[in-house]
């Protein structure tokens, strides 16, 4: 391939290299070079231009791009026309991309003018999804290194394998302790796990963390038609001779391997029995986030075989994330006990309240901010922040003598986020978490305070303390250091709420009774309704 300047009459049928902009003159890159691109160049005063001129013994980018991405593209995979020298090759169907990565290192390593790029190896993909690319990296390539790719290529170098298993049967076990709504919870996650696959949880069982009732449980959901079995254990499998994996034996199915090295997913248990795959779940199965089950699962969707040699081949690339409940390092030893601060938010404008800021409303002779700063102060809660806006100098003489640390959020009118963010970034740095408190809620005692920090214990994964009632959950709640970045991250008037259906895992609710934790004052009905409760008592 000649290359080079040139003067415009001499690029006649060449291809511009670069893209050239003057005056009104737009001549792109690529462009293939014609008597009108000659005298618009002219005209404009060009003198030379940079061109690219095939050869005797070249083969333009873009035929070469097609021939090698029909070569390479198998089952389940369409070619795109070629253009500038890229073909790319989408998905015909949903399923697991199937990729032979050493023959696409080879192909890579013929010339370096070829260039072959895929999605990562067994990921899943849905129709029209774009998987890979043929890449020419000059306008033309040597005919001998075109017909050296190909001839490299004995074999469709991808696929796409189309998701074949349809039901699904799934088998929680119960302990005590385990919350009806943690299952249920399991079971609707799991249905939207399989939902782009087409599979569906067609059997259910729940049964006591034993032997020979879970052995029942399984060969009942694969007889009423299961393709694959998921056992949620109540406990995580600890042992190949754990309940689980015996389960499964005595049904006369058989462990295929158990463990991983995909973090989180780590006590993953997979196996056969009846002729369809078992997979023990790891915990973090029952959170939505990626974890190393969904990579099991959707090849066996795809009815992709799974052995030893597969799983133990997740190693690179198998830390996926760091999980929130796992100990972190410490500058210092663990202190006995936990140092909690509390963190008041009072800077809101009371919009809702038609006026007057109902944080400044007195009940029984107090202002209401003032009630639940005290409550903070008489809870074991170190130190109490309170964060401060709208009317910032009523607010804090209504909390006159008492010993708080006061922040003030400039942004208030912005949204509860600019206040979290604003006390978030005030809490001591020796302190192991805060309870964010509402300065509404003026039922909310230091008891109910002090009951929240007492559940709080990182070391068995209580991250986060939500109070319930009824299954409701309310405030305030109780955060670990951990999640102050994210907290610092909120924005609007939305608060932090989606981060406990995020972090799932690390939250411990705490059923109460009453309606404190639930009630707080928006309207001047909900004012009179609490300071007629209060004052009656």
Not at 89 to 103: C, E, P
Not at 215 to 237: H, M, P, Q, T
Not at 274 to 280: E, W
């Amino acid at each position: 391939m000649k290359f080079g300047a040139v003067a415009p009459k001499e690029a006649l049928g060449a291809t511009a290299v670069h893209t050239i902009r003057q005056d009104t003159l737009v001549l792109k890159k690529g462009t293939l070079v014609g008597a009108a691109e000659v005298a618009a160049l002219e005209a404009a005063g060009i003198k030379d231009i940079v061109v690219a001129r095939l050869e005797p013994g070249d083969v333009s980018e873009d035929e070469a791009a097609a021939e090698i991405a029909d070569a390479v593209a198998g089952e389940g995979v369409h070619v795109d026309r070629a253009f500038t020298g890229r073909a790319n090759l989408f998905a015909q169907n949903a399923g697991v991309l199937v990729v032979d990565k050493d023959s696409v290192d080879r192909l890579n390593r013929i010339d370096e003018a070829i260039t072959f790029a895929t999605l990562p190896a067994y990921k899943p993909v849905v129709a029209g999804e774009m998987i890979a690319t043929v890449k020419i990296i000059p306008f033309a390539v040597d005919k001998a290194a075109r017909d050296a790719a190909l001839a490299g290529v004995q074999k469709p170098l991808l696929r796409v394998a189309p998701y074949r298993v349809r039901k699904v049967g799934v088998v929680s076990t119960i302990l005590p302790g385990l919350s009806p709504k943690v299952i249920d919870k399991t079971l609707k996650i799991t249905a939207e796990r399989l939902a782009p696959a087409g599979a569906a949880i067609v059997a259910e069982r729940r049964v006591p963390h034993e032997r020979a009732a879970l052995a029942r449980a399984l060969d009942e959901v694969l007889k009423d038609g299961a393709e694959l079995a998921i056992v949620f254990g109540a406990s995580a499998i600890a042992d190949r001779r754990d309940v689980i994996p015996a389960a499964v034996e005595s049904i006369g199915g058989r462990i295929v391997h158990f463990g991983m090295p995909v973090d989180p997913g780590n006590l993953l248990m997979i196996g056969n029995a009846a002729g369809h795959p078992v997979l023990g779940a790891p915990g973090c199965a029952r959170s939505p986030k990626e974890n190393g089950f969904d990579w099991v699962l959707m090849r066996l969707l795809a009815g992709l075989p799974v052995g030893r040699e597969d799983i133990t081949g997740f190693g690179v690339g198998g830390l996926l994330m760091e999980i929130v409940t796992r100990p972190q390092p410490r500058e210092e030893p663990a202190k006995a006990g936990r140092a909690i601060a509390a963190l008041v938010l009072a800077a809101g404008r009371s919009s809702r309240m038609g006026g007057p800021n109902k944080l400044l409303e007195k009940i029984s002779g107090r202002p209401l901010v003032r009630i639940v700063v005290e409550a903070a102060l008489g809870s074991k809660a170190r130190p109490v922040i309170v964060v401060t806006g709208h009317q910032r100098e009523r607010v804090e003489a209504a909390l006159a003598g008492l010993s708080v640390r006061f922040v003030h959020n400039p942004n208030f009118s912005d949204g509860l986020g600019t206040s979290l963010k604003a006390g978030i970034a005030a809490v001591p740095p020796e302190t192991d978490g805060v309870i964010v408190c509402l300065g509404d809620m003026p039922q909310v005692d230091a008891a109910l305070i002090d009951r929240l920090i007492a559940a709080f214990d990182p070391d068995k994964g209580a991250l986060a303390v939500v109070p319930t009632i009824e299954g409701k959950r309310g405030n305030p709640v109780v955060w670990s250091r951990r999640f102050f970045p994210d907290l610092m991250a909120v924005e609007g008037d939305v608060g932090a709420r989606h981060l406990i259906g995020r972090y799932a895992e690390a939250v411990t609710e705490v059923a109460l009774t009453g309606t404190a934790a639930l009630t707080d004052i928006d309207t001047p009905e909900a004012l009179k309704a609490v300071k007629a409760e209060l004052e009656k008592t």
